[in-house]
C-alpha cells in the first residue's frame, strides 16, 4: 500500500536553533517524488521542497532541507535557523509515477507534524 | 502566491443546503486536483479532472460533484449538506498528468465551509 507517516504530532524548538521533522514511505513504484508542504494557521498549503526517487543528492531550498534516505524510505525535512514564522502544520507527501487505484499523479499526504517555534 | 483561485474564501450554509466552490487553476495548467482537510481525516483527495474530463475518484461521497469547464476551471458542488461536511476544501493544479511525479501540486487558499 502506499503511505506515508509522521510519526511526531507536534514538535517544539527554540528560535534560531535546527529542527528534523521526521517522514516515512511505503511505495514499491521505484519512481516517486516526495514533498513537504507547509500549512500556517491562516490555512494556506505552501510547497517547500522536493525530492525525486532518483535524485543523487539531497535537496536544499534556503533553510530547508530533505535528508533522504532512500534503503529506509525516509524523507525527513531539516529546518535550520528557526524563525517564529516557521510556526505551522508541515505535512510530507508523496506522488507516484504509476497509477494506483485509478489515482492519475495524485498527492498522498502524511498527517502532519505541528511546530511550535518558541521565542 | 501559488497562482491558484479558489472563491469563496468562507462559506457558511444550513445543513440540508447546497453550495458551490469554485477553483481558477494556474495558468497553464490542465491538470485540478480536489481535497477535503478536516480535523478527523486529514487531507482526503476527492476527484481529479485532466483537459475537461474526469480521471480519478478518491473518497467523494455520492452527494459531492464536480466539473472542470473549456476555460479549465473547475467547481465543486457539494449538496444535501450534513455538519460532518464542514471542512477546509482545496484546489490544487498541475501541469501534467502522466509521469508527473516530480513536479509539485499548487494548492489554492481553501474554501472554509462551515456547515450549521
Known amino acids: 500500500a502506499q503511505k506515508i507517516t509522521q510519526t511526531q504530532p507536534g514538535m517544539f524548538v527554540q528560535e534560531k536553533e535546527a529542527v528534523t521533522l521526521d517522514c516515512t514511505y511505503d511505495?514499491?513504484?521505484?519512481?516517486?517524488?516526495l514533498f513537504w508542504y507547509k500549512q500556517p494557521s491562516s490555512g494556506e498549503m505552501i510547497f517547500l521542497i522536493y525530492?525525486?526517487?532518483?535524485?543523487?543528492q539531497n535537496a536544499t531550498e534556503g533553510r530547508y532541507s530533505l535528508n533522504f534516505q532512500k534503503a529506509r524510505k525516509s524523507a525527513n525535512l531539516v529546518i535550520s535557523a528557526s524563525q517564529l514564522g516557521d510556526s505551522a502544520m508541515y505535512f510530507c507527501?508523496?506522488?507516484?509515477?504509476?497509477?494506483?487505484?485509478?489515482?492519475?499523479?495524485?498527492?498522498?499526504f502524511g498527517k502532519g507534524t505541528k511546530l511550535s517555534v518558541k521565542p | 502566491d501559488s497562482g491558484v483561485t479558489q472563491t469563496p474564501k468562507h462559506l457558511i450554509t444550513a445543513t440540508g443546503q447546497r453550495v458551490t466552490l469554485r477553483c481558477s487553476p494556474r495558468?497553464?495548467?490542465?491538470?485540478v486536483y480536489w481535497y477535503q482537510q478536516s480535523l478527523d481525516q486529514g487531507l482526503q483527495f476527492l476527484i481529479q479532472?485532466?483537459?475537461?474530463?474526469?480521471?480519478a475518484k478518491g473518497n467523494i461521497l455520492e452527494r459531492f460533484s464536480a466539473q472542470q469547464f473549456p476555460d479549465l476551471h473547475s467547481e465543486l458542488n457539494l449538496s444535501s449538506l450534513e455538519l460532518g461536511d464542514s471542512a477546509l476544501y482545496f484546489c490544487?493544479?498541475?501541469?501534467?498528468?502522466?509521469?508527473?511525479?516530480?513536479?509539485?501540486?499548487?494548492f489554492g487558499n481553501g474554501t472554509r465551509l462551515t456547515v450549521t
Open positions: 490544487a493544479s498541475s501541469s501534467r498528468l502522466r509521469g508527473a511525479y516530480n513536479s509539485p501540486l499548487h
Open positions: 511505495t514499491s513504484d521505484p519512481s516517486y517524488g
Open positions: 525530492q525525486g526517487s532518483y535524485d543523487q
Open positions: 507527501a508523496m506522488r507516484l509515477f504509476m497509477n494506483y487505484g485509478g489515482s492519475q499523479g495524485n498527492l498522498i
Open positions: 495558468s497553464g495548467d490542465l491538470s
Open positions: 479532472y485532466y483537459n475537461g474530463e474526469e480521471r
